[in-house]
């Protein structure tokens, strides 16, 4: 009798977890109980807070998807599952979150108990807090339907566990694992007001700094997931990634910084909201140059082949369905951040991805004519000076001979990214320095390129 019914729970798990069903429609089944439970809270409960609902919504749904990208990691570390198995079970577990505001209406605690983070200033106590499940019901903090929800939920995450693992101590573990997290997500503000204090910022915590707070979680919860269910792939990638020519453009725009405080006539500081802004928009330069690099690559592949046969494009370490994902996930990475940094920040990374992808793909590959392709890398390093130079003031006036040496002195040095790939150019047709002038007198003219380049940042940049 036992054993049927832990068969019967284990299949009810499989059909739960089922492969065919497309992984999108698992995603957006997640967004969708999130969204309702965020609906739930603010108009069933009548509990909406001051300030706009749709920045609640945001930092509420960024809450849920730091959650599950924490869940899925535990999830597979402690049930032994894939990865992709465990965000099969984890995303769609989420409509548990619809109980909330349902038992709260049911019992009576509309108006009564009001759903909210654990503060400093009501729950000074978080060790008691912790050791009682979340403690005495207060007006604002953890309702009788939150309770409720977590406490079931630690029950079906531990029996699954045991279900995967057989192993009574290990689906414990699991049960006091997932209270703890979710303690951890509802204590938020104490570990925000802690990090802040720290930094010496201010420790008002609103909506705003919450969604800048869970995108930092989100980030490194993400690529943890992505390592840990595909290491191959995120390995491989990994590799790939040109880090040298990155990290040229994350200098560039350390030195558009440089050169705007060396000239600046009013004084600045960094707080919070700069601070900000610098992650995202390293985040956001990665990810563009990221897909920028994907889709560069799938359309070198005969290049490659030849010039960069260890590209995974060629040795096929990166299935073209995985290796297209990533671009498309790179993408979104890239405008999220960048829009949350500001609109001129990810205005600067649009042209950024469309200068690289006009640059790559057809109908027009500007790569196969000679002078606009290393334009567009002289205009990309111009675009990441912009960032810099115009992080402190609201309109950015560059003097002409700093666009000057962007677009011709850098541009020019920029063929040397051809001399390597000359052969792989010369067999699908591309015409490059090299191919024009031969490979000896192009190494000449590089170098004398790279020269001129160095005489002119002396004289664009008043050194």
Known sequence: MRQQLLDRLGGFFDKWADDKIPFSHVILAFLAATVLRTFGEHVILASVPTGFWGEDLAHYTLSYVALALTLIFFVHVLARDPVARAARIVLPGFVFLNLVPLIDWLAGAAGVFRIGYMMPATHADLPVH???????????????????????????????IFLRTRRIGRAVAGAFLFYTLVFMYVAMPFWIKGVMALLGFSQDVDSWLLIRWYLCLIAPFGLLVAYAGWRGHFLAIAADMRWARLGHYILFALIGAGVFMRYMVFP?????????????????VTAAWLFSVITNNE???????????DRPTVTGTVTTGVYRSVGGWSFAAALLFGSIAGMREVEIILVFMANYFLYSMPPLRLKRVPVLSKLVIGANSLLMFMIGYGFFVDRVTLPPMIIVFFLVFLSAAANIIDLKDREGDAAAGITTLPALVGFLWARRLVGAAFVLAHLAAYVAFGL
């Open 130 to 160: 912790f050791f009682t499940f979340f403690g005495p019901l207060k007006a604002w903090g953890v309702t009788p339907g939150m309770r409720v929800e977590i406490a079931l939920v630690m029950a079906v995450m531990g029996m699954y």
């Open 299 to 309: 359309e070198d592949r005969a290049i490659d082949r030849i010039s960069n046969p």
């Open 268 to 284: 600045v500081s960094i707080d919070r909201d700069v601070l900000f802004r610098i992650l995202f928009m390293a985040v956001s």
